[in-house]
């Protein structure tokens, strides 16, 4: 048998040596050298043609999809899961990635796809467990516990399955490197092996990868451009749902997401997540205000709940915030100061979005001060109400993306009156109102006259 040899190639600049070094001798950056087999592109996997070819000449590949019982993944995934596409699923620990899979692999399996899960961090009686919880009844799916890359690879191809799954990307590794599991050369040899054996069997691929908060550690972030598809999976701890959004998608939109909730029986997903999220609202409460926020491409309603004290000892008042973005929050209320003539020098504030939401989008802005206002006035906003607009420099209220689809969303919820920028309004003249009452506001002052 022939030794397969490896290099270690500089990320940074490209330089090449046998061994490994801590600084690059080329460029002089540290610990930029990461472990590759040093091989030819294999046979089955170039392309066959060398020779240009005609645009019109090139026979469409009709991608053919298997759908899940997902409904809401089929939808990230752009309509289910492309033949022989490598979908990777990245989330901390402990999020439910490994549930996820297996509710996948039983669904599949139920509908007599074969199904091969590869566990490389739990022992098939604890994969059994987890399943019994989920109600695996079996059917097609097989097990393998097992880390060894190229025994995976050719189990998977004796076994040759539809659907092939790896549990995690970091616990497997290629006996062609000397460097160990979870490191960036492992991970991505492992990657690009999965990769080739799913294009050339036609196989649905799933790879399982950890992310930590900050999103790297030996990173999927890195077998991003590698693979087709990519999903992020994110959650608070504390909280039961969690967002499954795409990130990337070479056969669809990137823009879809999803809302699960973590339950005994495993991830169902949430039909009406404006509702959820919602559901725990105290009604008629001073300092909460419900805004109509977009995520991914869907309208979704959320509190913003504010809480302003006055600062007990001298010295900084504080500035929390849960959910929203904290200077963006700062130059909020650095607006209402100025524009308000509210003194905020002596006050803690504190702003959360209910419910463990993030709300990273400027249309969430006249939100943010109608709470803060809300609970300083300690007067609650009409029921029924729900607001949008960005707010600028000097107290302007802009026009927000996609008006029709969130004020539809807040009518849908039994919201009938909605404070919004005056540039929106012009575009819904046309649209029938179905219900709702619209404020157009052209600053802040006239929005949190019609508010209160
Ligand atoms: N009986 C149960 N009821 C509700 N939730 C449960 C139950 N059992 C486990 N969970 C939840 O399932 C989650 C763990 O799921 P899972 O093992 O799929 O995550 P993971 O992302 O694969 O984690 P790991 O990083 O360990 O691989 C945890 O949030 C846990 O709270
Ligand atoms: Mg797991
Ligand atoms: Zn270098």
């Known amino acids: 048998m022939t030794k397969i040899k490896s290099i270690f190639v500089c990320q940074n600049c490209g330089f090449q040596t046998p061994k490994w070094m801590g600084r690059c001798p080329g460029c002089g950056e540290w610990s930029t050298l990461i472990e590759e087999v040093e091989e030819k592109v294999p046979a089955e996997f170039s392309f066959p043609s060398s020779e240009p070819v005609l645009y019109a000449d090139v026979t469409e590949a009709t991608k053919k999809r298997i759908e899940t019982d997902i409904k809401e993944l089929n939808q990230i995934l752009g309509g289910g899961v492309v033949l022989g596409s490598l979908v990777l699923i990245g989330g901390e620990p402990g999020i439910g990635k490994s549930t996820l899979m297996l509710q996948v692999s039983r669904d599949f399996a139920t509908s007599g796809e074969k199904v091969l899960y590869v566990s490389g961090e739990e022992s098939l009686e604890q994969i059994k467990l987890r ?70 069997n036609k196989v649905c691929s799933f790879l399982v990868g950890h992310i930590t908060k900050e999103g790297s550690l030996a990173g999927p972030k890195s077998l991003e451009h590698i693979v087709d598809v990519v999903l992020y999976f994110e959650g608070e701890r504390d909280h039961s749902h969690r967002v499954l959004r795409a990130l990337k998608n070479r056969f669809g939109p990137v823009s879809e997401l999803a809302i699960f909730e973590m ?47 006055s600062t007990l000892f001298t010295g900084n008042p504080r500035r929390m915030t849960i959910g929203l973005d904290h200077f963006r929050t700062a130059m909020l209320l650095a607006v209402v100061e100025k524009k308000l003539g509210y003194g905020f020098g002596g006050e ?54 996609q008006p029709l689809a969130r004020i539809k ?23 029938k109102t179905q219900g709702i009452d619209f404020y157009g506001a052209k600053n802040i002052k006239e929005a949190l006259g019609l508010i209160f």
């Open 131 to 200: 399943g019994k919880r989920l109600g695996v009844e079996g059917g097609n799916l097989f097990l393998l516990a097992e880390t060894n890359l190229e025994r995976i690879i050719t189990q998977a191809e004796k076994l040759a399955p539809e659907i092939f799954i790896l549990d995690s990307v970091q616990t497997a590794y290629s006996s062609k490197l000397s460097s160990s599991p979870g490191t960036i050369s492992q991970v991505r040899e492992v990657t690009n092996q999965v990769f080739r054996f799913a294009k050339k």
């Open 263 to 309: 339950g005994a029986h495993g991830l169902k997903a949430i039909s009406n997540p404006s509702a959820f999220f919602l559901r725990e609202r105290p009604v008629d409460a001073a300092g909460s205000v419900v805004v109509c926020t977009i995520k991914g491409s869907r309208p979704l309603l959320a509190e913003i709940q504010a809480l302003v004290s």
């Open 348 to 401: 803690d504030i504190h702003l959360n979005v209910a419910g463990g939401l993030t709300i990273d989008e400027p249309a969430a802005d006249l939100g943010v001060v109608t709470a803060v206002i809300s609970c300083i006035k300690n007067k609650a906003v009409p029921s029924g109400m729900t607001v949008m607009g960005e707010i600028g420099l000097s107290g302007e209220i802009r026009s927000v993306s």
């Open 409 to 431: 969303e807040a009518a849908s919820l039994g919201y009938n009156s909605i404070v919004l920028p005056k540039g929106n309004i012009d575009a819904l003249k046309k649209e």
